[in-house]
């Protein structure tokens, strides 16, 4: 492999920028039978909470053109059960883990957030402030910055310094930069983006509701769009800080996409469902689309749409042999 | 079962795979899909299953299909052999596929049915082709010396999979249509009680629709005889991630948690499932809004390690599978 693939989460290195995206992937175990989870730059886990959490009731799941509804709910073992079983097999595995942390309060994240701090091996944090699964359908922290400010304040203070924290924006939104703007400012070393969007489907056998949530979060390659376009916002706005990049991710083409709108690091989520494998197969396709375009480091090409076309093909060429 | 605590993702071998078509042949109102996959042949055992992707490389529908693998053969190295009706947009594009062409496969996935270690009697219900895994079970218990005895139905004589076969193969077949058109007029749970007498019914397999198996796990409940059923849940990913497939079942503490049918599953002991509560979270079940862990109820009294612990009823088993989440019956 010619192409440098290195990236940084924070201030921690990465060996490349393909990550899982938190809901998607548990907490890597189900997917070590498919790849070497240490191949890919991190695992994000699936949301942890305080407590164990049943999550919301069947059917969760729809179909849709290009993607799919969920209503899960954030099911989960909670955070003793995640720091006893869970963390230490992936660390074990030699996986980088970024741990992703829900909470229906302020307090609820700050504690997590020290809880995570105690336990050795955490790569980074990922602050899920807009779950669409959850009682306020994650209005109260995603949709003000007010409250999202507060929340990121909270768990900077109690997670360790060495730690980097992302947060996790929604796009249904009426500004993201507004927003992402808060976040870093209270302290939010980079941001994940996007969410689901919340939608809704009706079966018209049933005449009603497919899902027993009867909203869910929309995800897979229909959204994609949707990631270029915030991604490429904040992007302008705040073009310093790092951004995870995630919506609908299926081929390395695609994950290419997001970068070139600037985000440092791609999450690949629905498309595991359909390619539990998929991860290690967009880490090649990208290096391959990389190499194919002459390009030498994968860093050359983060935000690079953004460059007006003659400064593109001077800072090109100077890499190209 | 041997199966329950192998680690997953412990096992180096491949689990994904490009499968060959060999056959699509219409069976009545279903169609039998035959694959060439060795892998997913080599290792199957009953009541496994096959997660398909369709719709070809660039495809709108993402998720895959889940189907219980019906036979194995060892022709061409080893095929696959799973069975499903033609309803959706998926599923009519698996029935048009053609030999030769190329699916992309995952498995076997899932728990197996668990054999019995005696020659004991078993019945085995499966309603529509539900019936579908039940076959490769029926050789299994034979070649451990047990009886084997089916009970089959559907609504009409077209939707009954497997009827012949078991009329060969097993001691005895009962058939029940709704319509009549073939066999006994009625349902199968009318059948049930009749046929449990006759056999000398030791142990029950089922799978079927969601209502059938609740019905079959009450009935046999009343003779004391053990249920396994194999639940059919919508999927999304079959491999434990997406937490779409979940049902409340009751753990070996007591304890009911919202668990996964394609990992923890498909095969549960029919009195473990909570069948009147599918579609809903039991207010108890762990995890429940309003659940709390008696941690912080107790306050100090005990460490920042033992939420989990502590959740668990006082005097139950602590193994350390009682306190997994998404554990099965």
Known sequence: ?321 | MTDRDREPGADPVQVQMRGTVLTVRRVDAYHAMTVVAPGIAARFRAGQFVGVAVGGPDTSMLLRRAFSIHDVRPDHGGTVEFVFAAVGPGTRWLAERRTRDVLDLAGPLGRPFPIPRDPVSCLLVGGGYGSAPLFPLADRLRSRGCQVDFLLGAASADRVFGAQTARRTARSAVVTTEDGSMGIRGLITDRLTQVIHEARTDVIYSCGPMGMLRQVTTLASRYDIPVLTLVEESMACGIGVCMTCVLPVVGEDGVTRMVRSCVDGPVFHGDLVRWDDIGTIPFDALGAPGWKPRRQQQAASSGPDDGAAAARPAGAATGPRAEEQGHGG
């Open chain 1, 1 to 321: 492999m010619a192409v440098d693939l290195r990236t940084k989460l924070g201030h921690v290195e990465l060996p490349n920028p393909i990550l899982t995206a938190s809901g998607c992937a548990g907490a890597g175990r189900e997917l070590a039978q498919f790849f070497d989870v240490a191949k890919i730059g991190a695992i994000v886990t699936k949301s942890v909470m305080l407590g164990p959490r049943a999550g919301r009731p069947t059917p969760r799941m729809a179909e849709t053109p290009s993607g799919m509804l969920n209503s899960i709910g954030l099911q989960g073992p909670g955070i003793d059960a995640f720091l006893r079983r869970d963390l230490p097999w992936l660390l074990s595995r030699g996986a980088r883990a970024v741990v992703s942390i829900a909470g229906g309060s302020v307090d609820e994240f700050a504690e997590l957030a020290a809880r995570l701090s105690d336990a050795a091996g955490i790569t980074a944090i990922e602050v899920n402030i807009s779950c669409p699964n959850v009682e306020d359908r994650g209005q109260v922290f995603a949709c003000d910055p007010q409250a999202a400010a507060t929340v990121v304040e909270a768990v900077r203070a109690r997670a360790r310094y060495d730690l980097p924290v992302f947060v996790k924006l929604s796009p249904d939104v009426t500004d993201i930069v507004t927003i992402a703007r808060a976040c870093v400012a209270a302290g939010a070393d980079g941001l994940s983006m996007i969410n689901t969007l919340l939608g809704m489907a009706i079966d018209t056998e049933t005449l009603r509701p497919v899902l027993a949530g009867v909203t869910g979060g929309l995800s897979g390659p229909a959204i994609r769009p949707v990631a270029v376009r915030c991604i490429w916002q904040v992007r302008k706005a705040l073009p310093d800080v790092p951004i995870i990049g995630m919506g609908g991710v299926r081929t390395g083409r695609d994950a290419l996409e997001l970068i070139l709108a600037g985000a440092a690091m791609v999450s690949i989520g629905t498309t595991i469902f359909h390619d539990p494998s998929a991860c290690i197969r967009v880490l090649r396709e990208l290096d391959e689309e990389l190499a194919r375009r002459g390009i030498e480091r994968l860093t050359d090409v983060i935000g690079l749409a953004h460059e007006p076309r003659t400064a593109q093909g001077r800072r090109l060429s100077g890499n190209v042999r």
